[in-house]
């Protein structure tokens, strides 16, 4: 019996690790009567941190992504320029890059696994890796009633381009290695899920997730065991019913968002036809996603890598996306411009909401990058800019540069995200350190 589980000291459920309490059958666990649930460490005074990120295919202007010096005084390159507002806010990351994405040298095998750091499968074969948002919806998400959000604003292509699968170009987030996580492209039905009174609440209790686990264990220890066991689980049912009571009540004096319903009407049906206002609405569901603390996590796709956009309400309706990206004229650096945008659009929303004595800004990292630097395929770095300081966790204000070091995998970027949401991994992708931002 001991051999049999000398390595289960604990009941495991969906993103929970329940220590149990001694027990004869199992002298091998110790005296353990603490109980954690994973990736909720943080006091329920103190309001939770967000994640998302934006995703803009194709890359950016080879000479205007740029950023240096610290703070205010911040000097930032034109396709950066209306981020300016948030320069004690921003972390500018140079030199990170994705091994992986670098084996295939087209757009699809360089956006596949940009959130997971995993190798792909080619010859139209769809295989990744979990991505890092849908890891952390496995355990930080589940106490909101969407685990993840992910949004994007062109449809996704499930054509094959030089021997790789154009699914990879079209999501970047997976939930598993053979499942991209479906895109939300409708902005009312990305509504619909956020408040729709229908769809079940994602955070079931700490008891409930371990059921299955326990009822596996129960059928193994003596009888007496059994009754310390069924007592144990009882006290801790009873203790979670009465925490729910007392929310009813009002007794309960943690965190609370600063809405409880939405604060705009519900978006019309379909897909708005002016990319603009497609754009905008996504922005304002994420927001008001993470405002009402219906969700934590969210993506945003705003286009395709091989992109196929066009651009009129920025008088630029000649080449689609992709075709611009080849170029480092002036019309592909009105795209990027309008691509930032819609960071500094949601980050000046997130700041406007006060959380104790931080903005939500403050308690969210507001990722933007790309999979390659440039539209000719660069992956050797790649561009990332994060707004926000997760909490504390993050400095913000600093341009940081990695280029030439050792260690520069952007999976070390998601290990430090990880870290900030309570969630500690010793690995990820290649990666087996974070980096330090504070």
């Known amino acids: 019996m001991q051999n049999q589980f000398s390595r289960r000291t604990f009941l495991r459920g969906l993103g929970v690790t329940m220590a149990l309490p001694w027990m004869e059958s199992l002298a091998v666990w110790g005296d353990q009567t603490t109980a954690k649930v994973s990736g909720f460490a943080k006091q329920s005074s103190e309001a939770p941190v967000r994640l998302a990120v934006l995703f803009a295919g194709n890359g950016f202007h080879s000479k205007e992504w740029w950023a240096k010096g610290e703070g205010k005084n911040m000097e930032l390159g034109q396709v950066l320029a209306p981020l300016a507002d948030f320069r004690e806010k921003l972390t500018f990351i140079r030199g990170l890059y994705n091994s992986e994405a670098l084996k295939g040298n087209i757009h699809s095998s360089q956006t596949g696994n940009l959130l997971s750091g995993a190798p792909l499968a080619a010859g139209g074969e769809i295989h990744s890796g979990t991505s890092v948002d ?36 079209s999501h970047i987030s997976w939930s598993s290695p053979t499942t991209p996580t479906p895109l939300e492209l409708y902005p009312a039905l990305a509504f619909d899920r956020l ?23 129960r059928s193994q220890i003596s009888s007496a065991d059994q009754r310390k066991l069924d007592e144990y689980l009882d006290s801790v049912r009873d203790v979670e019913q009465r925490i729910q009571r007392a929310g009813q009540r009002g007794e309960l004096q943690g965190w609370r968002p600063t809405l409880d319903k939405p604060n705009m009407p519900r978006p019309a049906d379909g897909i708005p036809q002016n990319i603009s206002e497609h754009m905008k609405l996504m922005c304002d569901i994420l927001v ?11 993506t945003l796709k705003l286009n395709n890598d091989h992109s196929s956009l066009r651009f009129p309400h920025l008088n630029v309706d000649y080449m689609i996306h992709h075709l611009l990206s080849h170029s480092d004229g002036a019309d592909w650096l009105k795209v990027n411009q309008f691509f930032t945008e819609q960071l500094g659009y949601i980050a000046r929303k997130l700041d406007a909401i006060q959380e104790g004595e931080r903005t939500a800004l403050d308690n969210s990292m507001l990722m933007f990058c790309s999979s390659m630097m440039t539209g000719h395929h660069d992956a050797s770095q790649l561009p990332v800019v994060m707004l926000g300081r997760g909490g504390g966790k993050i400095a913000g204000g600093k341009a940081y540069d990695f280029m030439g070091q050792s260690n520069r995998q952007i999976c070390r970027l998601y290990l430090t995200m990880m870290d900030a949401m309570g969630v500690k991994l010793e690995k990820f992708g290649d990666a087996t350190a974070p980096l330090s931002l504070s």
């Open 195 to 217: 408040f729709k009174d229908e769809v079940q609440r994602g955070d079931k209790s700490v008891l409930d997730a371990v059921l299955d686990d326990a009822s596996s264990l």
């Open 134 to 169: 849908q890891l952390l919806a496995q355990t930080y998400g589940r106490s909101t009633k969407v685990p993840s959000l992910v949004l994007g604003c062109e449809q996704s292509n499930p054509s094959v381009h030089k021997n790789y699968s154009m699914i990879y170009s």
């Open 288 to 298: 008001l996603g993470f405002q009402t603390d219906a969700t934590r996590i969210c």
